[in-house]
């Protein structure tokens, strides 16, 4: 794996190249895919190249999800993810959390490993059994196991997290065989001090980059960027950071305006499921803020929802421009009637547009990074948001 920082923007966002799988560069900040069993959830691996490439070739794995299922003999005697999965062109970013179907569990948590709520119940999983998984599976970058707490959990509690939190990173690294970029787990909940000495001893590490833990679980929009900014300032420029549990636009921009590199989000997977479509400009203009119609329940300037009504005759394409597999062959009409009658197409359609959507929210950050424009981008959606809000609560 190899990375490096082009450009800056005034503050501490940044704009950088990752490469993982030969010659192919991934631009930063850039969206790292979800998946379910390495594949995204409903868009078929035949209809991957309708995504924009490369930026859709970097996907996130958890390997708790072959955990009750393929053994790591059988996966490793397959060849690995990217044999099993047959797809070879994709760099994988292993991270045992995936922030719908395993979610760390601090009370079942111990000294000998880290706790998850999985669809197979409550797993332990021991720095020696994510090991074998890791090396059977063989990622292009992969994350050390954590202790992630919430925001609420006691200080004797969050220092506990921390240590554990090293402790394993140095057995992952001293059980790691197969190599690859490591990327060191970072925690330190609430508390400055502790991500202030969280990051200082990861840095410390020989790791290939840093994956930033513990957030998404209770902490505040406020107390968030004071705390991100403490990790990242302590962190080598030159290496990666990748973070889990910033998901909505505006968190994506405050971990950005941090200086996160990778960002691995549920978001696209939560709009999907709700027959949701993603419609914010994509052109760094001010949006115009539209009146939001009563019956278009759950549209919020950044989305629409397809179960409306409203669309039941709507022969316009969800996003007018969008070069996307869906736009260029659908109507909202057709796409609310599959949400009425419970076709899945309805979710493939929507899983492709959304992911093109958001994979271009990311395109046009890069592009304000390098125009040195980040702030008053960020400022710009961020007002475009309050002032969609505001126009809503008027019409309530
Ligand atoms: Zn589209």
Same mark, same amino acid.
């Given at each position: ?122 797993? $332990?999983?021991? &720095?020696? #059994?994510?090991?074998?998984? %890791?090396? +059977? ?6 994350? =050390? ?100 549990? $910033?998901?909505? &636009?505006? #968190?994506?921009?405050?971990? %950005?305006? +941090? ?6 989000? =549920? ?130």
């Amino acid at each position: 794996m190899k990375f490096g920082v082009k450009a800056w923007s005034k503050g501490r966002a940044r704009a950088g190249v990752i490469q993982l799988i030969g010659e192919m560069e991934i631009e930063t900040p850039a969206l790292v895919l979800s998946t379910r069993k390495g594949l995204p959830f409903f868009i078929s691996p035949d209809l991957f190249p309708s995504l924009p490439s490369p930026d859709s070739h970097f996907l996130h794995v958890s390997p708790l999800h072959f955990l009750e299922g393929l053994t790591p003999k059988t996966i490793s005697n397959i060849g690995g993810l990217h044999q099993m999965l047959g797809l070879h062109e994709f760099g994988f970013a292993a991270v045992p959390r995936d922030s719908i179907v395993c979610l760390p569990d601090c009370d079942s948590t111990n000294k000998t490993g880290a706790s998850f709520e999985t669809p197979c119940g409550r797993l $332990l999983i021991k &720095p020696v #059994e994510y090991m074998k998984m %890791i090396s +059977s599976m063989n990622p292009n970058l992969w994350v =050390t196991l954590a202790d992630e707490v919430p925001a609420w959990v006691s200080e004797k509690r969050n220092k506990t997290s921390v240590d554990r939190t090293l402790r394993w990173l140095d057995d992952c690294i001293a059980l790691n065989s197969i190599g690859g970029a490591v990327l060191g787990a970072i925690v330190g909940g609430s508390s400055v001090e502790e991500r202030r000495r969280c990051a200082q001893e990861v840095a410390k590490r020989n790791v290939s980059g840093y994956w930033i833990g513990g957030f998404g679980l209770g902490e505040s929009m406020e107390e968030r960027s004071t705390l991100l900014n403490t990790v990242t300032d302590n962190l080598p420029e030159q290496k990666p950071r990748k973070i889990c549990g $910033l998901e909505l &636009p505006e #968190e994506v921009l405050q971990g %950005i305006a +941090s200086g996160v590199d990778l960002f691995h989000s =549920t978001y696209i997977y939560h709009l999907t499921i709700g027959g949701f479509a993603l419609t914010f400009p994509l052109d760094r203009t001010v949006g115009n803020v539209s009146t939001p119609q009563l019956s278009d329940i759950g549209s919020d300037g950044t989305k629409i929802n397809l179960k409306a009504t409203v669309y039941r005759k709507d022969t316009s394409p969800i996003v007018d421009g969008c070069s996307c597999y869906t736009c260029q062959n659908h109507t909202k009409a057709y796409i609310n009637h599959l949400l009425n009658v419970h076709e899945m197409l309805a979710q493939t359609l929507l899983e492709i547009h959304n992911t093109h959507h958001y994979l271009g929210f990311f395109r046009v950050i890069r592009e304000s990074i390098k125009d040195g424009k980040f702030e008053e981008f960020w400022e710009q959606f961020i007002g475009n948001r309050r002032e969609h809000i505001f126009a809503a609560s008027l019409t309530a």
